[in-house]
């Protein structure tokens, strides 16, 4: 048999079967598409052929030891030859995906004779045929022996000519003979597409619960004697670990641990008259004590990082880092590699600008004059954390830096520590936000703080779990040190609740900064972000006054957000992005949406295979409380249209009978937001 002759560039071949439109793909399969350890996504791609034969379609994932995984595809519109299945990988690595169209000549002789059969048509000759092909299906490859007899019974009734030709017929296309030959099937003239790339990350690249805190203000003290400041150490910042984990984070978050600049300090709340006792901002790194590779003398020393992190494993969290490639004029590297940074034309050193704002105490690096030795010292510095255990690195404003040196720099992190999970502080326009996701960054901020309404809730989410899930991982924020908005500001504590609980169940990872809990919300003058801001001044929230029998008991969010961090933790279906279905409610304040999850059965624990569905309502407005008519998309949920459900409220425990159409009654005078776990009567 000679070979088919092949079409030649610039054009490839396109299959015996073509393969086209494949999806998910990210930039046309020049970089990873992404998911994590057992997270489902779907595959889709438009397989067709000539004539009126049948095809078939499967997904084949290749693990990283290149064994093939194969899934049924299943047609979900002939007229436009669509197919699609839903797929999942089961560890992490490298992985390919491809999708493999063929010819199915079950479904085409099945076809063919049901026809011919019903209209006594060529009968003995479709019978004849149809016992040819299961002769050949019981030897085919990957047929079990099983399967093999499952056949040779059909078979044995197709043959027996004692019987009327409609029941030998159906004895092949009906029960378990049918079953057996469309799971596992009989394919010719396989035509693969091209292989794509799957990166397959850990859980924690795509769910989990970010902390974050500033070192030096967990212990800071201030003496009303001297009206001077002790900073807090790792030392006593690691004693704030306990309260953190009993919240339920994953992830404690530190801002920069290294030595701060003295030239052009900046003072409480941003202001150019910093004295010598004021700290200055630990994004202006670098000072005679070292630069990115060095701890601040006043927190401590390597041995005490260490402890650090060594509690904070024995507490279940995992250590981020800040990595701001930027420094103060102090900095060693601005003696001894002026090239790595920009040399206006008077000669000088260009500082950080974003106008109207000037950052005169922070030199931005530039990687263009000397990328080799730029690099280099990067990757070293990343390694040096990564020796003491940090294990997730938060980058801030990687949008000022050369996309393809994060690439490069992810990348090569990743072939010795592919455990390695990078988020990127990146607030800025969609394409570069999207590109960076692209190159390697598991997570990415996000818009979140500023979308408040309904449709801009809705419309958000709805992007980020649709057109870009297969590679940007959104992770959400309702403050940060730099971010307080006017809602957070004027909401009070029904906004607190709200966008928190928002936070955590909209999308898989959030994030709080520190001094949430107590709903700080008091901005400086002009600015969207906190007064007596921690990036500039210590900070002693006095903790122990929230405590029990203090002061303040009572006052203080913990509660809220430990309950919310129990829920996640409880319902798998809250751990993925996808899987978000929103309903319709008829005020426009109030929104409600799902998210629904079959957790296969665990044969380590021997916990059955279970439906996980979680519902939340909320009502946006933080000042009014409201009543509203909600209409369930019932079958998004898995249940009839006619059914009715048990709603189990697991913020107050409360218990509602819910139906299609249901009266809800949220605000400011009990709770703002319904995390409901549906049970099925």
């Not at 009906?174 to 990350?201: F, I, K, N, W």
């Not at 990328?371 to 990687?398: K, S």
């Not at 129990?566 to 008829?586: G, S, Y």
Request: with cysteine; net charge negative.
């Amino acid at each position: 048999m000679t070979a088919t002759p092949l079409s030649t560039p610039p054009q490839s071949p396109i299959g015996r079967i073509p393969v086209l439109d494949v999806e998910p793909l990210v930039d046309g399969g020049a970089r990873p598409t992404k998911c994590v350890v057992g997270e489902q996504f779907l595959v889709s791609a438009t397989v067709l052929r000539e004539g009126h034969d049948a095809v078939g379609a499967s997904v084949v994932l290749t693990d990283p030891d290149g064994v093939d995984h194969v899934s049924p595809m299943v047609c979900t519109n002939p007229g436009l030859n669509a197919w699609e299945a839903t797929v999942a990988a089961d560890r992490p690595g490298m992985w390919t995906f491809r999708v493999e169209g063929w010819s199915d000549p079950f479904g085409t002789w099945e076809h063919d004779a049901t026809i011919k059969v019903q209209a006594d048509v060529d009968t003995d000759l479709m019978l004849a045929e149809g016992a040819l092909f299961l002769e050949r299906a019981a030897e085919s490859e990957g047929r079990s022996p099983a399967g093999r007899d499952i056949v040779l019974t059909g078979l044995t009734a197709l043959t027996d000519d004692s019987r009327p030709p409609l029941a030998r017929l159906s004895a092949v296309t009906h029960g378990p003979v049918h079953e057996e030959l469309t799971t596992t099937p009989v394919r010719d003239l396989v035509s693969p597409s091209t292989a794509y790339p799957l990166l397959v990350e850990r859980e924690l690249a795509l769910t989990g619960a970010w902390y974050e805190f500033f070192p030096r203000s967990e212990g800071a003290v201030y003496d009303d004697t001297t009206h001077e400041w002790r900073s807090g150490t790792l030392r006593t910042a690691a004693k704030r670990l306990t309260a953190v984990a009993g919240m339920g984070f994953d992830v404690i978050y530190l801002t920069p641990i290294h030595p701060i600049g003295q030239a052009a300090k900046k003072g409480p709340n941003n202001t150019l008259d910093a004295g010598p006792e004021d700290p200055g901002s630990p994004y202006a790194i670098g000072s005679p004590d070292g630069g990115h590779d060095a701890i601040h003398p006043d927190l401590g020393t390597f041995d005490d990082f260490d402890a650090f992190v060594a509690e904070a494993r024995r507490l279940g969290l995992e250590v981020a880092m800040d990595i701001a490639l930027q420094c103060s004029p102090d900095h060693p590297w601005v003696k001894e590699h002026p090239e790595w940074f920009t040399t206006r034309a008077d000669g000088t050193i260009a500082f950080a600008e974003n106008p109207p704002k000037k950052y005169q105490d922070i030199y931005p690096l530039n990687f263009d004059n000397d990328p080799a030795g730029a690099y280099a010292e990067m990757r070293r510095m990343v390694q040096v954390w990564i020796d003491h255990g940090v294990t997730l690195f938060r980058v801030d404003n990687p949008h000022t830096k050369p996309v393809e040196f994060w690439q490069w720099l992810i990348q090569d992190v990743a072939r010795d520590h592919p455990e390695i999970i990078w988020l990127s502080e990146a607030f800025t326009k969609p394409a570069m936000m999207r590109t960076l996701a692209k190159v390697g960054f598991q997570q990415s901020y996000t818009y979140y703080a500023w979308r408040n309404t309904k449709p801009e809730l809705q419309e958000y989410v709805e992007e980020l779990a649709t057109e870009t899930a297969h590679y940007m991982r959104p992770s959400f924020w309702p403050t940060t040190h730099d971010i307080l908005t006017p809602y957070m500001q004027f909401g009070g504590p029904a906004a607190w609740k709200l966008r928190a609980a928002l936070a955590g169940t909209l999308v898989p990872t959030y994030g709080i900064y520190a001094g949430y809990e107590l709903m700080e919300h008091v901005a400086r003058p002009g600015a969207e972000e906190q007064i007596d801001n921690e990036k500039y001044q210590y900070k002693n929230r006095h903790w122990e006054d929230y405590e029990p029998g203090g002061s303040r008991e009572g006052q203080s969010l913990a509660w809220y957000l430990r309950r919310l961090n129990e829920i996640r933790r409880a319902h798998p279906a809250l751990h993925w992005l996808r899987n978000i279905t929103f309903h319709h409610v008829d005020d426009e304040n109030i929104m409600a949406f799902s998210k629904r999850r079959v957790v296969p059965a665990d044969p380590t624990t021997g916990a059955p295979e279970h439906e996980d569905v979680v519902i939340v309502i909320a009502n946006l407005d933080p000042h009014s409380t409201r009543w509203s008519r909600v209409v369930f998309d019932m079958p998004a949920m898995g249940l009839h249209p006619d059914e009715g459900f048990r709603a189990h409220d697991l913020i107050t425990d409360q218990w509602w009978d819910f139906l299609r159409e249901t009266m809800v009654h949220l605000g400011p005078d009990h709770e703002p937001v319904h995390i409901i776990e549906l049970k099925r009567y």
